[in-house]
């Protein structure tokens, strides 16, 4: 099997930790970056539909983040410190004094953080069932916090899970969609390539963002900070971020849209296309750039 070949353009970057591996895209307009997913996700993954839309209009930015991909070897953890580190290391190596972030999952954390911590930087926000606004219960937290900790649960036992295609497709059908997918066999193969080359198991970001107590990274208390136009995109059928989560994240932001997709889990963004592609490029545009 070999990764599916695109027309974009790769640059790597190199870091003290490794290689920094960005996509680009498109040559004129306002600069937009895109933030993937966690675990067996990569740039190319979350973002092949969305990419050429936008490159029409934008110049467009998606980094592999570390340890996925094509940034690897990488060196170190890949905590939340780093990854919004490779956001501003990004930004200054492409010369972009601000720009819009698109984030999924883990990456619309990491958008939301930004955007809290770098307002003068971003332009403008998507936020794709994001994570860093989720709690849990008493109990349900500490299993979680043992489970980013156990080699078997976090390692072992995913890599049996995803041994064959069919595991593999079982997982993505329930985990990550709540209906049919157009090109479900071509994400099936991107995934099984991705775990091919990068492993099974949680990103440095979520098991570091579990403390033994409470969430270490939880964005809700300063999302009321945002300033910058901000929209909310979340699937109705989402089993890893649960809708209300997002619904009660859009509310904290001042002036923040939200669109709850009927019939949509997590991965939204490769289970209706056309559906995200629009609502981000018709956002996107009312900046007037």
Same mark, same amino acid.
């Given at each position: 099997?070999?990764?599916?070949?695109?027309?974009?353009? =790769?640059?790597?970057?190199?870091?003290?930790?490794?290689?920094?591996?960005?996509?680009?895209?498109?040559?004129?307009?306002?600069?937009?970056?895109? !933030?993937?997913?966690?675990?067996? #996700?990569?740039?190319?993954?979350?973002?092949?539909?969305?990419?050429?839309?936008?490159?029409?209009?934008?110049? +467009?930015?998606?980094? #592999?983040?570390?340890?996925?991909?094509?940034?690897?070897?990488?060196?170190?953890?890949?905590?939340?410190?780093?990854?919004?580190?490779?956001?501003?290391?990004?930004?200054?190596?492409?010369?972009?004094?601000?720009?819009?972030? +698109?984030?999924?999952?883990?990456?619309?954390?990491?958008?939301?953080?930004?955007?809290?911590?770098?307002?003068?930087?971003?332009?403008? !926000?998507?936020?794709?069932?994001?994570?860093?606004?989720?709690?849990?219960?008493?109990?349900?937290?500490?299993?979680?916090?043992?489970? *980013?900790?156990?080699r078997f649960l976090n390692r072992t036992l995913p890599e049996r899970m995803f041994r064959t295609r069919e595991?593999?497709?079982?997982?993505?059908?329930?985990?990550?969609?709540?209906?049919?997918?157009?090109?479900?066999?071509?994400?099936?193969?991107? +995934?099984?390539?991705?775990?091919? $080359?990068?492993? +099974?198991?949680?990103?440095?970001?979520?098991?570091?963002?579990?403390g033994p107590w409470r969430m270490r990274v939880d964005l809700r208390p300063r999302l009321g900070e945002i300033?910058?136009?901000? !929209?909310?995109?979340?699937? #109705?059928?989402?089993?890893?971020?649960?809708? *209300?989560?997002?619904?009660?994240?859009?509310?904290?932001?001042?002036?923040? =849209?939200?669109?709850?997709?009927?019939?949509?889990?997590?991965?939204?963004?490769?289970?209706?296309?056309?559906?995200?592609? *629009?609502? $981000?490029r018709e956002f996107l545009a009312e900046s007037g750039t």
């Amino acid at each position: 099997m070999t990764r599916t070949p695109t027309p974009f353009e =790769r640059i790597a970057l190199d870091r003290p930790e490794g290689r920094l591996s960005v996509v680009t895209a498109g040559e004129h307009g306002s600069p937009v970056v895109l !933030l993937s997913g966690a675990g067996q #996700d990569n740039a190319l993954l979350s973002w092949r539909h969305l990419l050429p839309v936008l490159a029409a209009e934008h110049r +467009v930015f998606a980094p #592999d983040w570390p340890k996925q991909g094509h940034s690897r070897p990488w060196n170190g953890l890949a905590d939340h410190a780093a990854l919004t580190d490779v956001v501003t290391h990004v930004l200054d190596r492409f010369g972009l004094d601000r720009a819009a972030l +698109v984030g999924l999952s883990q990456g619309g954390a990491l958008a939301l953080s930004y955007a809290i911590d770098h307002p003068e930087r971003v332009e403008r !926000l998507v936020a794709m069932a994001p994570a860093g606004v989720i709690a849990f219960p008493p109990g349900v937290h500490q299993l979680l916090w043992l489970t *980013a900790r156990s080699r078997f649960l976090n390692r072992t036992l995913p890599e049996r899970m995803f041994r064959t295609r069919e595991g593999v497709e079982r997982f993505v059908r329930r985990a990550l969609f709540a209906g049919p997918v157009a090109d479900l066999d071509s994400v099936v193969d991107e +995934v099984m390539e991705e775990i091919r $080359v990068s492993g +099974v198991g949680s990103s440095d970001w979520q098991n570091a963002s579990i403390g033994p107590w409470r969430m270490r990274v939880d964005l809700r208390p300063r999302l009321g900070e945002i300033s910058c136009p901000t !929209l909310f995109i979340q699937g #109705d059928k989402d089993v890893g971020v649960r809708p *209300a989560r997002t619904v009660e994240a859009a509310r904290r932001v001042p002036g923040a =849209r939200l669109e709850l997709l009927e019939g949509n889990g997590h991965w939204l963004n490769r289970q209706s296309p056309d559906r995200v592609n *629009a609502l $981000v490029r018709e956002f996107l545009a009312e900046s007037g750039t």
